[in-house]
């Protein structure tokens, strides 16, 4: 059964809006979480590490103003797209494992922002 | 700067076909090499590969690592329409659990 549980796995909504997303790890607990951007035919792109109780590391190039990210227990993960534009448009995507297992991944987010 | 390169980019074969995709790496700070399938949501685990060639198998998927010349290739033997799919290599870098992707082959397998 599945490890990481993310949610929602569909939303769509007007320009402006923000969006929560959620990863959670159901079988064990993680320090650190990622979270990954997929757009259509290309490969995941590492967004952001999130750490459990301190602040997360972003990527080069990411706005941490722009993509919130909230890692309060050490099974969820939050990603919070504030004031979501069409060109936020795009599969997210967390993982969570410790340093000896394979990252597992959630089902992904498609999130269309109209 | 850290990368990964597959290739082919994109694989068309029949059916009963065997095929190999590489994974070749440049990445500082090396854990370990993975392999991943994606369909229509988020990437399933395939294989992961710390030790040099040492051949990993599952079914009628294998994959082996070189760390001496930084690559990895996944073999799929006796494809089937449902081994279609987009295979993405990915390598871990550092102590946190990060991971660095490919672009990703895509194959698609004929009837």
């Known amino acids: 059964g599945a490890v990481v549980s993310q949610h929602p796995s569909w939303v769509i909504c007007k320009s402006g809006t923000s969006v929560k997303i959620e990863c959670r790890s159901l079988?064990?607990?993680?320090?650190?979480m990622f979270w990954y951007r997929q757009f259509p035919k290309q490969s995941l792109m590492l967004m952001a590490t999130?750490?459990?109780?301190?602040?997360?590391?972003?990527e080069q190039g990411v706005e941490k103003d722009k993509f919130l990210i909230n890692h309060a227990s050490l099974t969820l993960s939050t990603l919070t797209v504030t004031s979501a534009h069409p060109e936020d448009s795009s599969f997210y995507i967390c993982?969570?494992?410790?340093?000896?297992?394979?990252?597992?991944f959630g089902d992904g987010t498609r999130l269309s922002i109209l | 700067e850290d990368k990964v390169v597959q290739s082919p980019l994109s694989l068309v074969v029949h059916e009963g076909d065997t095929v190999t995709l590489n994974c070749s790496y440049e990445?500082?700070?090396?854990?370990?090499l993975l392999w991943y399938k994606q369909e229509k949501k988020a990437p399933t685990f395939l294989f992961m590969l710390?030790?040099?060639?040492i051949e990993k198998k599952s079914g009628r998927l294998s994959s082996i690592l070189d760390k001496k010349e930084l690559f990895s290739i996944l073999n799929i033997t006796a494809t089937q329409t449902g081994d279609s799919a987009v295979y993405l290599c990915?390598?871990?870098?550092?102590?946190?659990?990060?991971?660095?992707f490919g672009q990703g082959t895509t194959l698609q397998v004929k009837p």
């Open positions: 993982s969570a494992g410790d340093n000896n297992q394979p990252q597992h």
């Open positions: 079988d064990f607990q993680a320090t650190t």
């Open positions: 999130s750490n459990e109780g301190s602040k997360a590391t972003y």
């Open positions: 990445v500082t700070n090396f854990r370990s």
């Open positions: 710390t030790s040099s060639g």
């Open positions: 990915a390598v871990g870098s550092g102590n946190t659990g990060k991971l660095i």
